[in-house]
């Protein structure tokens, strides 16, 4: 099947008992038996419940993993991954991750003893210099949130097994569509799915695909036994949010393509972010492991104020957290999503008080070029 094809046809697209072409809603917590430990496949819906299920095959097969998990978040998504290790483990990320991956790795996981160090994994040797004994894994966001850094998933893969490590990667930001990553080597790869692949700004949602069935095997024991699991109703709309999202994709890549143009050209920016300009840091690597750039885009306007100034002015984007639906956002991340970074730790990384974050939604381009113009000017 073609990528379109299988975000339709992909896992369980028809209801097996009913022939329903949409999976229904199971909204149940408990399933009869015909004897003791004799049921069809579901007994307590933490454990497994028809829908969700559904939703579990389908991302396994759109990312070619081997078994897939749905969890109430993104971040409970992330934290049942690094629950797999163990206390005395180490775990390589990426520096310019998630505001909220940084801040369960240093402020809750870390109580566990699970250690961590934030590097630049978009220059590989970084990483050599990080690996300690205890190290487990390599934990990459590409591109990432917010500076759009790319790293590459087939080399950091390839010195992950070298040393004997897992690689994880959070494909948020390119969605299975435009990039798989355990086809290019990663051991498990995660999304929010509150992002793009929800699509609608109406549900919260984390899943994840593992490479194997050892891995499968734990995953599900931590899922089952943390409790972290999808309830039915978000499984489903996610599972209608798939049926879209290739047309989607591209429709936000071609949007943030001109933006990008008019942005790049604008006397008051400062500086663009986005994998698609030639002049980006590692613009080859994400021309050759992603079938598309993204919808999303950073730039520098020079300062805090400038940025309050943009806000004030705009119309079409709605100034909100979150990322990857149907209507464009903006946000400043230092103030929003990054906020749990300490202050000198985002000058570091370069995430400045004026850096300014879009997610170019599907309304008309024109409408937001002309926007974004009025509210520069």
Do not use: C
């Amino acid at each position: 099947m073609k990528r379109k094809t299988k975000l339709i046809h992909g896992g369980i697209s028809t209801d097996p008992l009913t022939g329903a072409v949409s999976v229904p809603i199971y909204q149940v917590s408990t399933y009869k038996q015909e004897g003791v430990g004799n049921h069809k496949g579901f007994e307590y819906s933490r454990t497994g419940n028809p829908t969700r299920h559904a939703l579990e095959e389908l991302i396994k097969d759109i990312e070619g993993g081997t078994a897939g998990f749905a969890f109430g978040s993104g971040m409970a998504a992330i934290t049942a991954v690094i629950m797999l290790f163990n206390k005395g483990d180490h775990v390589i990320l990426t520096d310019d991750v998630y505001g909220g991956t940084f801040r369960v790795m240093t402020k809750v996981l870390n109580r566990f003893g699970i250690d961590s160090t934030f590097v630049d994994t978009s220059n590989l040797d970084t990483i050599v210099e990080e690996i300690k004994p205890n190290t487990v894994a390599i934990y990459i966001e590409t591109p990432t949130n917010p500076l759009l850094k790319i790293t590459d998933i087939e080399g950091a893969a390839r010195l992950a097994k070298e040393h004997g490590l897992l690689t994880i990667v959070d494909n948020t930001f390119s969605t299975p569509y435009w990039q798989n990553p355990i086809e290019q080597g990663a051991d498990i790869v995660l999304h929010s799915a509150t992002k793009y692949i929800g699509g609608h700004s109406d549900v919260v949602a984390g899943l994840v695909v593992v490479n194997s069935e050892k891995l499968a095997e734990e995953l599900h024991f931590v899922q089952n036994s943390t409790g972290g699991v999808l309830g039915p109703q978000d499984s489903w709309l996610l599972i209608r949010g798939i049926k879209t999202l290739g047309i989607r994709m591209e429709e936000h890549e071609a949007s943030t393509a001109a933006i990008v143009q008019f942005l790049t050209n604008h006397p008051a920016v400062k500086k663009v972010f986005y994998p698609g300009l030639e002049s980006h840091p590692n613009h080859d690597i994400a021309k050759k492991q992603s079938r598309g750039f993204g919808g999303m885009v950073s730039f520098d306007v020079g300062s805090e104020q400038k940025a309050d100034k943009l806000l004030q002015k705009i119309h079409y984007f709605t100034l909100a957290e979150s990322l990857g639906a149907v209507e464009s956002l903006i946000s400043v991340p230092a103030r929003m999503t990054h906020a749990s970074i300490p202050a000198e730790r985002r000058a570091e990384l370069g995430i400045t008080d004026g850096l300014v974050r879009i997610s170019v939604g599907l309304e008309d381009v024109e409408d937001l070029i002309d926007d974004l113009k009025q509210a520069l000017e």
